[in-house]
C-alpha cells in the first residue's frame, strides 16, 4: 500500500503482486482502476497484459482478472471522473516522442481531471514538469536525482500542487510513469 483515503472502499494506490496462477473473483469497479503492468503477464477476459502495458478500467467495468505466469502490477483505485467510459489498454513505449535532449515521451491519457504519460530518459537527461494539480511519479526502471533524493526502480514521489518535478537521470537512464492535475480531486469515495 503507497496511498489510502477511506475505510473497506478506499482512493488507493497500490502494489499488487500476482503470484502465479493467481486469480481474482469477478467484479465491478465502481470508481474505476487504472493500473500498469510492472513485470510478467496481468490477464482478464480482455487479453492479456504483458510488462510495459498501461490499463484503464472505468467506473462501472467488470472483468475478472488473473495472471497464469505470475505478474506484479501499480493499480490505482477509485481515482477517476465518475462519468469516464473510456477501458483502453496501451504499450507504454509505442508512440514515443523526443520533447527534450534526451528525453522521450507517450502520452497515455488526457481528460479535463488529470494527463498521464510515460518517459525515457537517457544517462544525464534532465526532465522538468510543472503542472497544476500536483504530480505523481513512479520508477519503472534506472534511476534518478529529485531534489536531492535518489530516486530507483520502484520509487513512488507525490508532490503537491505548486511544487515543480526536477530530476536528472542516473547513469543507467530512467523509465517513468507520471499522472498530473489528479490531485485536486482526492477524496475519499463516497
Not at 526532465?127 to 526502471?141: C, D, T
Amino acid at each position: 500500500m503507497l496511498d489510502r483515503i477511506g475505510g473497506e472502499v478506499a482512493r488507493a494506490t497500490t502494489i499488487v503482486r500476482f503470484a502465479p496462477g493467481h486469480s481474482f473473483s469477478a467484479h465491478t469497479h465502481g470508481g474505476g482502476e487504472e493500473f500498469v503492468v510492472l513485470d510478467g503477464i496481468f490477464q482478464d477476459e480482455h487479453g492479456d497484459y504483458p510488462t510495459g502495458t498501461y490499463v484503464r478500467n472505468p467506473p462501472t467495468s467488470r472483468h475478472t482478472p488473473r495472471s497464469d505466469a505470475g505478474c506484479t502490477i501499480l493499480v490505482k483505485l477509485w481515482q477517476f471522473d465518475p462519468a469516464d467510459r473510456d477501458q483502453f489498454s496501451k504499450n507504454m513505449a509505442e508512440g514515443l516522442l523526443s520533447v527534450e535532449d534526451g528525453v522521450r515521451s507517450a502520452e497515455l491519457h488526457r481528460d479535463a481531471r488529470e494527463v498521464v504519460t510515460y518517459f525515457e530518459l537517457d544517462p544525464g537527461a534532465a526532465l522538468q514538469v510543472e503542472a497544476p494539480g500536483g504530480i505523481e511519479v513512479f520508477v519503472l526502471s534506472g534511476s534518478l536525482m529529485e531534489s536531492g533524493d535518489d530516486l530507483r526502480q520502484g520509487s513512488w514521489l507525490r508532490l503537491p500542487e505548486g511544487q515543480p518535478f526536477a530530476a536528472e537521470a542516473g547513469q543507467g537512464g530512467a523509465k517513468l510513469w507520471m499522472k498530473t492535475g489528479h490531485l485536486r480531486f482526492v477524496a475519499a469515495p463516497s
